[in-house]
Protein backbone atom coordinates (compact mmCIF):
# COMPACT_ATOMS: atom_id res chain seq x y z
CA UNK A 1 0.00 0.00 0.00
CA UNK A 2 1.56 2.70 -1.39
CA UNK A 3 1.33 5.82 1.60
CA UNK A 4 2.88 9.55 1.11
CA UNK A 5 1.20 10.41 4.83
CA UNK A 6 1.52 10.43 7.92
CA UNK A 7 -0.95 8.77 10.76
CA UNK A 8 -1.19 10.72 13.91
CA UNK A 9 -3.11 9.74 16.94
CA UNK A 10 -4.88 11.79 19.74
CA UNK A 11 -5.95 9.98 22.93
CA UNK A 12 -9.61 10.14 24.52
CA UNK A 13 -9.18 10.21 28.24
CA UNK A 14 -12.13 9.42 30.35
CA UNK A 15 -13.31 11.37 34.16
CA UNK A 16 -10.09 8.63 35.69
CA UNK A 17 -7.57 10.00 33.11
CA UNK A 18 -7.21 6.65 31.83
CA UNK A 19 -6.88 6.17 27.69
CA UNK A 20 -10.15 4.88 26.39
CA UNK A 21 -9.48 4.74 23.19
CA UNK A 22 -7.72 6.69 20.06
CA UNK A 23 -8.96 9.40 17.82
CA UNK A 24 -6.41 8.11 14.37
CA UNK A 25 -6.49 10.08 11.05
CA UNK A 26 -4.16 11.24 8.67
CA UNK A 27 -2.17 13.98 9.15
CA UNK A 28 -3.59 16.01 6.22
CA UNK A 29 -6.39 15.29 3.82
CA UNK A 30 -5.94 16.17 0.37
CA UNK A 31 -8.64 18.75 -0.62
CA UNK A 32 -11.63 17.56 -2.78
CA UNK A 33 -14.40 15.34 -2.31
CA UNK A 34 -12.67 12.71 -4.02
CA UNK A 35 -9.77 12.41 -3.06
CA UNK A 36 -10.71 12.81 0.44
CA UNK A 37 -12.97 9.67 0.30
CA UNK A 38 -10.26 7.67 -1.03
CA UNK A 39 -8.10 8.88 1.84
CA UNK A 40 -10.10 7.96 4.83
CA UNK A 41 -11.24 4.66 3.17
CA UNK A 42 -7.09 3.99 3.20
CA UNK A 43 -6.94 5.13 6.81
CA UNK A 44 -10.02 2.76 7.47
CA UNK A 45 -8.26 -0.36 5.60
CA UNK A 46 -4.49 0.37 6.80
CA UNK A 47 -5.50 0.36 10.56
CA UNK A 48 -7.81 -2.60 10.26
CA UNK A 49 -4.82 -4.63 8.23
CA UNK A 50 -2.52 -3.04 11.12
CA UNK A 51 -4.77 -3.71 14.78
CA UNK A 52 -6.43 -6.48 14.04
CA UNK A 53 -4.82 -10.16 13.69
CA UNK A 54 -6.82 -13.08 12.65
CA UNK A 55 -5.08 -15.58 15.68
CA UNK A 56 -4.93 -12.99 18.10
CA UNK A 57 -7.92 -10.82 17.40
CA UNK A 58 -8.59 -7.35 18.43
CA UNK A 59 -4.41 -5.99 19.35
CA UNK A 60 -5.66 -2.94 20.73
CA UNK A 61 -7.88 -4.69 23.73
CA UNK A 62 -10.14 -2.53 25.38
CA UNK A 63 -9.36 0.51 23.29
CA UNK A 64 -11.67 2.29 20.73
CA UNK A 65 -10.70 3.83 17.93
CA UNK A 66 -12.33 6.64 16.23
CA UNK A 67 -11.99 7.96 12.55
CA UNK A 68 -13.48 10.66 10.73
CA UNK A 69 -16.37 9.56 8.09
CA UNK A 70 -18.08 11.35 5.32
CA UNK A 71 -21.27 9.60 3.83
CA UNK A 72 -19.13 8.11 0.64
CA UNK A 73 -17.78 5.75 2.60
CA UNK A 74 -19.50 4.00 5.13
CA UNK A 75 -19.74 1.22 2.53
CA UNK A 76 -16.40 0.48 2.44
CA UNK A 77 -15.45 -2.96 2.93
CA UNK A 78 -12.60 -2.32 5.31
CA UNK A 79 -15.17 -1.62 7.82
CA UNK A 80 -16.12 -5.49 8.37
CA UNK A 81 -12.11 -6.02 9.55
CA UNK A 82 -12.86 -3.69 12.67
CA UNK A 83 -14.83 -5.23 15.21
CA UNK A 84 -17.97 -3.04 15.71
CA UNK A 85 -17.99 -2.71 19.33
CA UNK A 86 -14.61 -1.17 19.39
CA UNK A 87 -15.10 1.20 16.15
CA UNK A 88 -16.48 4.81 15.59
CA UNK A 89 -17.04 6.61 13.24
CA UNK A 90 -17.21 10.55 13.54
CA UNK A 91 -19.76 12.60 11.34
CA UNK A 92 -20.58 16.03 10.34
CA UNK A 93 -24.56 16.44 11.70
CA UNK A 94 -25.30 18.30 8.57
CA UNK A 95 -24.60 15.24 6.50
CA UNK A 96 -27.39 13.16 7.96
CA UNK A 97 -29.93 15.65 6.25
CA UNK A 98 -29.79 13.00 3.50
CA UNK A 99 -31.52 10.39 3.91
CA UNK A 100 -29.76 8.04 2.25
CA UNK A 101 -26.83 8.94 4.70
CA UNK A 102 -28.92 8.37 7.53
CA UNK A 103 -30.27 5.02 6.35
CA UNK A 104 -26.67 3.99 6.08
CA UNK A 105 -25.60 5.60 9.62
CA UNK A 106 -28.95 3.70 11.64
CA UNK A 107 -27.60 0.46 9.47
CA UNK A 108 -24.20 0.54 11.33
CA UNK A 109 -25.61 1.55 13.93
CA UNK A 110 -27.85 -1.38 13.93
CA UNK A 111 -24.83 -3.59 13.32
CA UNK A 112 -22.65 -2.36 16.68
CA UNK A 113 -20.67 0.41 15.02
CA UNK A 114 -20.75 3.69 17.19
CA UNK A 115 -21.39 6.86 15.77
CA UNK A 116 -19.73 10.27 16.72
CA UNK A 117 -21.90 13.42 16.08
CA UNK A 118 -19.89 16.32 15.09
CA UNK A 119 -21.61 19.92 15.19
CA UNK A 120 -24.45 18.83 16.51
CA UNK A 121 -27.38 21.32 17.90
CA UNK A 122 -27.99 19.61 20.94
CA UNK A 123 -30.48 22.21 22.44
CA UNK A 124 -32.54 21.15 18.93
CA UNK A 125 -32.03 17.31 18.58
CA UNK A 126 -33.68 15.87 21.48
CA UNK A 127 -35.09 12.58 22.26
CA UNK A 128 -34.27 11.26 18.32
CA UNK A 129 -30.25 11.62 19.22
CA UNK A 130 -29.97 8.36 20.67
CA UNK A 131 -31.20 6.41 18.16
CA UNK A 132 -28.63 7.86 15.45
CA UNK A 133 -25.62 8.26 17.76
CA UNK A 134 -23.35 6.67 20.46
CA UNK A 135 -21.37 9.94 21.16
CA UNK A 136 -22.05 13.66 20.70
CA UNK A 137 -19.12 15.89 20.21
CA UNK A 138 -19.45 18.61 22.87
CA UNK A 139 -17.26 22.25 21.81
CA UNK A 140 -16.65 22.71 25.90
CA UNK A 141 -15.62 27.02 26.66
CA UNK A 142 -15.15 27.90 30.28
CA UNK A 143 -17.71 30.40 29.54
CA UNK A 144 -21.84 30.05 30.40
CA UNK A 145 -21.15 26.48 32.07
CA UNK A 146 -24.95 26.95 33.11
CA UNK A 147 -26.20 26.56 30.18
CA UNK A 148 -23.45 24.07 29.24
CA UNK A 149 -25.04 22.37 32.34
CA UNK A 150 -28.19 22.03 31.66
CA UNK A 151 -27.45 20.77 28.01
CA UNK A 152 -26.08 18.03 29.37
CA UNK A 153 -28.06 17.11 32.01
CA UNK A 154 -30.54 16.26 29.49
CA UNK A 155 -28.29 14.10 27.58
CA UNK A 156 -27.05 12.50 30.48
CA UNK A 157 -30.54 10.94 30.94
CA UNK A 158 -29.81 9.24 27.66
CA UNK A 159 -27.67 6.81 26.27
CA UNK A 160 -25.38 9.13 24.39
CA UNK A 161 -21.49 9.89 25.76
CA UNK A 162 -20.63 13.05 25.30
CA UNK A 163 -16.93 13.89 24.45
CA UNK A 164 -15.22 17.15 25.37
CA UNK A 165 -13.03 18.83 22.67
CA UNK A 166 -10.92 20.89 23.10
CA UNK A 167 -9.78 20.42 26.47
CA UNK A 168 -6.58 21.75 26.92
CA UNK A 169 -5.79 21.85 30.55
CA UNK A 170 -6.62 20.08 33.65
CA UNK A 171 -8.73 22.90 34.98
CA UNK A 172 -11.10 22.62 31.94
CA UNK A 173 -10.71 18.78 32.50
CA UNK A 174 -12.04 19.09 35.59
CA UNK A 175 -14.90 21.34 34.74
CA UNK A 176 -15.92 18.74 31.97
CA UNK A 177 -15.49 15.81 34.52
CA UNK A 178 -17.99 17.70 37.42
CA UNK A 179 -20.66 18.81 34.43
CA UNK A 180 -20.46 14.65 34.04
CA UNK A 181 -18.91 14.39 30.85
CA UNK A 182 -18.10 11.13 29.79
CA UNK A 183 -14.26 11.75 27.57
CA UNK A 184 -11.70 14.58 26.65
CA UNK A 185 -9.59 15.04 23.87
CA UNK A 186 -6.55 17.64 24.03
CA UNK A 187 -3.02 17.37 24.60
CA UNK A 188 -3.51 16.47 28.02
CA UNK A 189 -1.12 13.35 26.93
CA UNK A 190 2.11 15.82 27.28
CA UNK A 191 0.82 17.99 30.34
CA UNK A 192 1.76 16.34 34.11
CA UNK A 193 -1.62 16.66 36.31
CA UNK A 194 -0.73 19.34 39.25
CA UNK A 195 0.03 17.03 42.26
CA UNK A 196 0.31 18.37 45.12
CA UNK A 197 2.09 15.06 46.46
CA UNK A 198 5.87 15.28 48.18
CA UNK A 199 8.08 15.30 44.18
CA UNK A 200 10.93 12.95 44.02
CA UNK A 201 11.82 9.37 44.06
CA UNK A 202 9.77 6.84 46.11
CA UNK A 203 11.14 3.90 47.73
CA UNK A 204 10.59 1.40 45.00
CA UNK A 205 11.94 3.92 42.44
CA UNK A 206 15.21 4.24 44.47
CA UNK A 207 15.52 0.81 44.75
CA UNK A 208 14.91 0.23 40.73
CA UNK A 209 17.29 3.27 40.23
CA UNK A 210 20.32 1.05 41.63
CA UNK A 211 19.48 -2.22 39.59
CA UNK A 212 19.66 -0.02 37.04
CA UNK A 213 22.89 1.21 38.00
CA UNK A 214 24.37 -2.32 38.36
CA UNK A 215 22.78 -3.36 35.17
CA UNK A 216 24.62 -0.83 33.79
CA UNK A 217 28.22 -1.69 35.42
CA UNK A 218 27.66 -5.24 34.69
CA UNK A 219 27.16 -6.52 38.42
CA UNK A 220 27.12 -10.19 38.67
CA UNK A 221 23.91 -12.20 39.34
CA UNK A 222 24.17 -12.94 42.78
CA UNK A 223 24.04 -9.05 43.94
CA UNK A 224 21.14 -8.21 41.76
CA UNK A 225 18.96 -10.70 43.45
CA UNK A 226 20.61 -9.23 46.72
CA UNK A 227 18.88 -6.23 45.97
CA UNK A 228 15.90 -7.60 44.53
CA UNK A 229 15.12 -9.75 47.43
CA UNK A 230 14.66 -6.60 49.43
CA UNK A 231 11.19 -5.10 47.55
CA UNK A 232 8.81 -8.21 47.45
CA UNK A 233 6.71 -6.66 44.71
CA UNK A 234 9.75 -6.21 42.31
CA UNK A 235 10.27 -9.74 42.41
CA UNK A 236 6.65 -10.60 41.75
CA UNK A 237 6.34 -8.76 39.05
CA UNK A 238 9.51 -9.55 37.41
CA UNK A 239 8.51 -13.47 38.08
CA UNK A 240 5.21 -12.79 36.79
CA UNK A 241 6.66 -10.65 33.54
CA UNK A 242 9.10 -13.74 32.81
CA UNK A 243 6.44 -16.20 33.20
CA UNK A 244 3.80 -14.19 31.22
CA UNK A 245 2.54 -15.58 27.41
CA UNK A 246 4.30 -12.54 25.74
CA UNK A 247 8.12 -13.14 27.56
CA UNK A 248 7.80 -17.39 26.12
CA UNK A 249 9.93 -18.52 29.00
CA UNK A 250 8.47 -22.37 27.80
CA UNK A 251 8.98 -23.53 31.80
CA UNK A 252 7.31 -22.24 34.80
CA UNK A 253 10.25 -19.85 36.03
CA UNK A 254 10.57 -19.81 40.09
CA UNK A 255 13.53 -18.54 41.36
CA UNK A 256 14.72 -15.04 40.82
CA UNK A 257 18.85 -16.01 39.71
CA UNK A 258 16.76 -18.29 37.45
CA UNK A 259 14.98 -15.19 36.22
CA UNK A 260 18.02 -13.00 35.71
CA UNK A 261 20.00 -15.18 34.19
CA UNK A 262 17.08 -16.14 31.56
CA UNK A 263 16.49 -12.60 30.89
CA UNK A 264 19.75 -11.09 30.41
CA UNK A 265 21.00 -7.84 31.11
CA UNK A 266 19.72 -5.72 28.17
CA UNK A 267 16.38 -6.88 28.28
CA UNK A 268 16.43 -6.41 31.94
CA UNK A 269 17.38 -2.79 31.89
CA UNK A 270 14.79 -2.50 29.76
CA UNK A 271 12.12 -3.71 31.90
CA UNK A 272 13.32 -1.54 34.76
CA UNK A 273 12.78 1.37 32.64
CA UNK A 274 9.02 0.46 32.10
CA UNK A 275 8.80 -0.43 35.61
CA UNK A 276 10.45 2.52 37.01
CA UNK A 277 7.64 4.73 35.46
CA UNK A 278 4.57 2.70 36.24
CA UNK A 279 6.28 3.25 40.09
CA UNK A 280 5.52 6.50 39.84
CA UNK A 281 3.26 8.01 42.28
CA UNK A 282 3.60 12.24 42.13
CA UNK A 283 2.53 13.86 38.90
CA UNK A 284 1.31 11.04 37.75
CA UNK A 285 -1.66 10.12 35.18
CA UNK A 286 -1.89 6.68 32.94
CA UNK A 287 -2.66 8.48 29.94
CA UNK A 288 1.19 9.83 30.67
CA UNK A 289 2.61 6.50 31.53
CA UNK A 290 0.71 4.98 28.11
CA UNK A 291 2.48 8.09 26.17
CA UNK A 292 5.62 7.00 27.53
CA UNK A 293 5.65 3.00 26.70
CA UNK A 294 4.08 4.01 23.25
CA UNK A 295 6.47 6.71 22.11
CA UNK A 296 9.53 4.66 23.66
CA UNK A 297 8.40 1.38 21.34
CA UNK A 298 7.88 3.30 18.90
CA UNK A 299 10.91 5.03 19.10
CA UNK A 300 12.79 1.66 19.06
CA UNK A 301 10.86 0.19 16.05
CA UNK A 302 11.81 3.13 13.93
CA UNK A 303 15.85 2.90 14.94
CA UNK A 304 15.74 -1.01 14.41
CA UNK A 305 16.77 -1.20 10.69
CA UNK A 306 19.22 1.41 10.78
CA UNK A 307 20.90 0.75 14.54
CA UNK A 308 20.14 -3.16 15.04
CA UNK A 309 18.45 -4.47 18.05
CA UNK A 310 20.07 -4.45 20.90
CA UNK A 311 21.16 -0.13 19.48
CA UNK A 312 17.01 0.19 19.11
CA UNK A 313 17.02 -1.15 23.14
CA UNK A 314 18.87 2.05 24.03
CA UNK A 315 16.65 3.98 22.06
CA UNK A 316 13.28 2.54 23.67
CA UNK A 317 15.26 3.79 27.09
CA UNK A 318 15.50 7.08 25.51
CA UNK A 319 11.71 7.30 24.79
CA UNK A 320 10.75 6.13 28.21
CA UNK A 321 13.08 8.33 30.09
CA UNK A 322 11.88 11.11 27.93
CA UNK A 323 9.07 11.33 29.80
CA UNK A 324 10.26 10.44 33.05
CA UNK A 325 10.74 14.02 34.13
CA UNK A 326 7.04 14.78 34.19
CA UNK A 327 5.85 11.28 35.26
CA UNK A 328 8.45 11.41 38.35
CA UNK A 329 7.46 15.39 38.81
CA UNK A 330 11.44 16.32 39.13
CA UNK A 331 13.80 17.72 36.48
CA UNK A 332 15.36 16.15 34.15
CA UNK A 333 18.44 17.42 35.29
CA UNK A 334 17.55 15.58 38.40
CA UNK A 335 16.44 12.43 36.88
CA UNK A 336 19.87 12.37 35.18
CA UNK A 337 21.91 13.12 38.30
CA UNK A 338 20.16 9.74 40.20
CA UNK A 339 20.83 7.60 37.33
CA UNK A 340 24.10 7.04 35.09
CA UNK A 341 23.14 6.74 31.28
CA UNK A 342 25.38 6.41 27.96
CA UNK A 343 26.06 9.39 25.99
CA UNK A 344 24.35 8.50 23.50
CA UNK A 345 21.00 8.12 25.30
CA UNK A 346 21.72 11.95 27.61
CA UNK A 347 22.65 13.46 24.59
CA UNK A 348 18.78 12.19 23.30
CA UNK A 349 17.14 13.09 26.01
CA UNK A 350 18.86 16.63 26.14
CA UNK A 351 19.56 18.02 22.59
CA UNK A 352 16.91 15.62 20.35
CA UNK A 353 20.55 15.00 18.84
CA UNK A 354 22.87 12.39 18.32
CA UNK A 355 23.03 8.53 17.18
CA UNK A 356 19.39 8.29 18.95
CA UNK A 357 17.97 11.80 19.58
CA UNK A 358 16.30 11.87 15.79
CA UNK A 359 14.11 8.65 16.42
CA UNK A 360 12.61 10.11 19.71
CA UNK A 361 12.49 13.31 17.55
CA UNK A 362 10.25 11.55 15.10
CA UNK A 363 8.64 9.33 17.79
CA UNK A 364 7.33 12.61 19.76
CA UNK A 365 6.14 14.55 16.40
CA UNK A 366 3.60 11.36 15.67
CA UNK A 367 1.83 12.58 19.07
CA UNK A 368 1.66 16.01 18.16
CA UNK A 369 0.47 16.21 14.43
CA UNK A 370 3.48 18.12 13.65
CA UNK A 371 4.98 19.18 10.64
CA UNK A 372 8.57 17.78 11.60
CA UNK A 373 7.00 13.96 11.22
CA UNK A 374 7.71 13.98 7.40
CA UNK A 375 11.24 16.09 6.96
CA UNK A 376 12.73 13.75 10.53
CA UNK A 377 11.41 10.54 8.58
CA UNK A 378 13.01 11.89 5.23
CA UNK A 379 15.74 12.43 7.34
CA UNK A 380 15.98 9.05 8.57
CA UNK A 381 14.98 7.40 5.44
CA UNK A 382 11.68 6.07 6.52
CA UNK A 383 8.40 6.05 4.27
CA UNK A 384 5.27 7.11 5.32
CA UNK A 385 4.47 3.16 5.32
CA UNK A 386 7.48 2.52 7.81
CA UNK A 387 6.59 4.85 10.17
CA UNK A 388 2.82 4.21 10.10
CA UNK A 389 3.51 0.32 10.68
CA UNK A 390 5.37 1.39 13.17
CA UNK A 391 3.19 3.65 14.44
CA UNK A 392 0.02 1.34 14.94
CA UNK A 393 2.63 -1.65 16.23
CA UNK A 394 3.54 0.67 19.32
CA UNK A 395 0.10 1.29 20.30
CA UNK A 396 -0.61 -2.25 19.91
CA UNK A 397 2.73 -3.44 22.16
CA UNK A 398 2.05 -0.63 25.04
CA UNK A 399 -2.11 -2.49 25.43
CA UNK A 400 -0.03 -5.56 26.19
CA UNK A 401 2.50 -3.87 28.38
CA UNK A 402 -0.56 -1.88 30.13
CA UNK A 403 -2.52 -5.40 30.59
Known amino acids: MHQTN ?39 AFVAAHVHDDARGWLLRDKILFLEAVPAMLSTDALHNLPPERTVLSIRAAELANPDTLAAVQGLRAGGVGILLREA ?99 DIAQLEAVLKRD ?6 LLRFINSAGFGAGREVQSLRQALTLLGYTPLYRWLTLLLATASTSGYSPVLLETAVVRGRLAELLAQ ?94 QNVAA
Not at 180 to 200: C, E, I, N
Open 305 to 398: RDLGKGEAENVFVAGMFSLLDRLLGIPMAEVLANIQLSEDVVTALLTRNGKYGPYLALAEACELNSDLVASLARMLKLSPLDVNQAHLSALSWA
Open 6 to 44: FLVREPLLDPRQRVVGYEICWQQLSSGAASTVDALESLV
Open 121 to 219: DLARSGSRLSSIASYVEVRFTGADVGAQARTYAALKQSTVGMIARPVSNWADFDACAALGLDAFVGKLHLTPRPSTDAKGLNPAQTIIMQLMQMVRQNA
Open 232 to 237: ATLTYK
